[in-house]
């Protein structure tokens, strides 16, 4: 009689629990901010509790004595910093590809669709939650799927937030070889990174980054490089500001104004079908597809049912309206000139160069 009742209390608890698990604790930006579009070697896919495969009874209970501490405020801004990130950099040149309009036709699109289906999610897992077979917790993207659509569906959810974590990592890869690189072929510039380690090619620098990234990625926990998020909002935040202020006031000059007119005579839409999908959409579509991320930020609120939706609204549209005016005055400064990163534009000065080694680090 008393292990009935003991069983039927637990059961109770699990069925009335709001709150995350243990795992999702571990990762949650209340400990360790998540990183943006970063964020995808912080969240561990790979562990099977996080996944919600495997679980037993006591991670179960553990997920009933975990409550969230995240106010609003603070999860727009988790939100905001799992969007935007070097990305960012990347969308002028976009918008030249796509032109001014369809870039920020396509841009809104996005950001519509990402506020959509991340709060879609939300409500899926409160509703799983009622209705759960009790035999594991809905923390994640894969207990969803395997709870909602069978395990199968689990299995394949699994599976592509692997290559999406995997494809995170080559991206910003690529990123960092291609920074470094800048910084030490330029023959102009007396960079810490041009005098230490002169003419070092992005495919070194990306075999460099792969063999720093390789042992952090057997770490079970990112709780001590919590940290590095904070650079990378000023990294991120910084790169924009550096970039605007010179493009305004240097290189090219002549001001806000100047940038505009400069902009009415550029395209307004694709000059291809090519260009607008093939070169430039995947750009959008990656700033905004966080929907693997969100799992531990929600899991972290202190008011997820009443506060999530207004979390999500207020960092996407202020992502959007930053990067949409970050693009278009980028645009206007250089036109047909703008690099795949418009940070390549800019000369390797002092605080230039501290910012790009900023991100390297963050990401």
Known sequence: HNNTSAIRMRRTLIDDSTTTTGTARRMSPTYAPVALEESASEIDPLTPSSVGIGTDDETVND???SSGTLSQPLTAM???????????????HVFLQQGVLGGTIALT?????????VQSLATSQWLA????????????????????????????????????????????????????????????????IRQLLPDIHASTWEIVATLILWPL?????????AFTSILGVVAVLGGILVTLVSGIFVDPGGGIIAALLAVADMPMWPRSFASALGKSFGTIA?????????FPILNSMAKPKEEYGGAVNMSIAGVWIVNVVFAVL???FYGDETQDLVLAN?????????LKLLLCVDL
């Open 63 to 65: 997920a009933t004595t």
């Open 330 to 332: 980028c645009v206007g």
């Open 78 to 92: 988790n939100l905001a910093k799992a969007i935007c990130g070097a990305g960012s950099f990347a969308l002028p």
């Open 346 to 354: 800019l000369k390797n000065g002092f605080y230039l160069s501290a």
């Open 217 to 225: 990625s057997m770490l079970r926990s990112y709780e001590i490089f």
């Open 129 to 192: 939650k009622g209705t759960s077979s009790q035999s594991k917790a809905i923390v994640s993207y894969v207990s969803l799927a395997e709870e909602a659509l069978g395990p199968k569906a689990g299995v394949a959810v699994f599976i592509l937030t692997i290559a999406a974590s995997l494809g995170v990592c080559s991206t910003y890869l690529v990123f960092v070889g291609q920074t470094l690189e800048s910084l030490s072929c330029d023959v102009s510039s007396q960079n810490i």
């Open 109 to 117: 699109l996005c950001a519509g669709l990402a506020s959509f289906t």
């Open 286 to 294: 990656y700033l905004f597809c966080i929907n693997f991320l969100m």
